[in-house]
């Protein structure tokens, strides 16, 4: 790893969604990052709403923060990014993984959209290369590809930080489902020893936490304990039975809530799409595709 500032990690739970987003920063009034924004969605009456964000906002004023980097792990299938709302507020450059190019492609043709939605990236600033790192102020994060949830999944590493994206979860609750168009639970296993690989101690940030049992939401295990008592995948899981596992549970679970906003606007870097010509923005369902 290398040596750089310690750098602060703030965290936000939106309990909604079940998802953190993080600001990352040296001190007061440094340059900082932002991982995972959640954009509030009520589906029932299709509107959004910009509380989670705004806890965010609030933060990074309070501390005369400079937003550079707003980063994406991956196209979330469960919650909305709040990511041009944010940009908007605070300013910083939108960035997610290179391989988003395959989860456009991909949704392009689930959502049957026109050439008005270009599968090339060009909705967010920067395309992060696999360890590719970029710098905010004293401190730097280093870009992990780790596919398997889905094709563009990316980690990202600050110091002795890994903000692990849908990968591994906390060790009681697991890893990340692969059932997604794109996924796979070979790939997941294999990106997944690459985290594992790094030394006990190393901190991981999760993007979700869902309790099985009545104990707290957390955000931070360690590489040690996920080895130790990862339910899905501790020390001694081979990839075979890994795949067995991952795959017959896929079977079972029920599509996200979200998924169908969430990609629509996702793929879009989170930007809405192109208003009709009644000033209304629509999203489409797809019967019977996914
Ligand atoms: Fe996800």
């Given at each position: 790893m290398s040596s750089q500032p310690q750098a602060i990690i703030k965290d936000f739970f939106d309990p909604e969604t079940w998802t953190f987003t993080y600001v990352v920063?040296?001190?007061?009034?440094?340059?900082?990052?932002?991982?995972?924004?959640?954009?509030?969605?009520?589906?029932?009456?299709?509107?959004?709403?910009?509380?989670?964000?705004d806890a965010v906002i609030a933060f990074v004023k309070a501390h005369h923060l400079q937003?550079?980097?707003i980063l994406e792990t991956h196209a979330h299938a469960d919650h909305l990014t709040a990511a041009p709302y944010l940009q908007s507020q605070l300013g910083g450059q939108l960035v997610i993984g290179d391989h988003i190019t395959q989860v456009q492609t991909v949704f392009k043709g689930v959502f049957n959209l026109d050439d008005g939605?270009?599968?090339?990236?060009?909705?967010?600033?920067?395309?992060?290369?696999?360890?590719?790192?970029l710098a905010f102020g004293?401190?730097?994060?280093?870009?992990?590809?780790?596919?398997?949830?889905?094709?563009?999944?990316?980690?990202?590493?600050?110091?002795?930080a890994i903000f692990v994206g849908d990968t591994v979860f906390m060790p009681d609750v697991g890893t990340a489902r692969c059932d997604f168009p794109g996924g796979d639970a070979k790939t997941l296993y294999q990106s997944i020893q690459k985290i594992l690989s790094y030394p006990a101690n190393t901190q991981l940030y999760m993007c979700h936490d869902?309790?099985?049992?009545?104990?707290?939401?957390?955000?931070?295990?360690?590489?040690?304990?996920?080895?130790?008592?990862?339910?899905?995948i501790h020390d001694g899981v081979t990839q075979e039975q890994f795949v067995q596992m991952r795959t017959s549970r896929d079977l079972t679970l029920e599509m996200p809530t979200l998924i169908l906003p969430s990609i629509q606007v996702n793929i879009r870097a989170g930007h809405f799409p192109k208003p009709e010509a009644n000033g209304t923005s629509y999203l489409k369902i797809p019967l019977n595709a996914l």
């Open positions: 920063y040296e001190s007061e009034a440094s340059p900082c990052v932002i991982i995972d924004s959640v954009m509030n969605y009520d589906p029932k009456s299709g509107r959004t709403s910009t509380q989670s964000a937003v550079t980097w939605f270009k599968a090339d990236g060009s909705q967010f600033n920067h395309l992060l290369k696999e360890d590719e790192s004293n401190l730097s994060l280093k870009a992990l590809f780790v596919p398997g949830h889905t094709p563009a999944c990316m980690a990202y590493e600050i110091g002795d869902y309790p099985p049992t009545d104990r707290p939401v957390k955000f931070r295990t360690t590489v040690g304990e996920e080895k130790a008592s990862n339910i899905h």
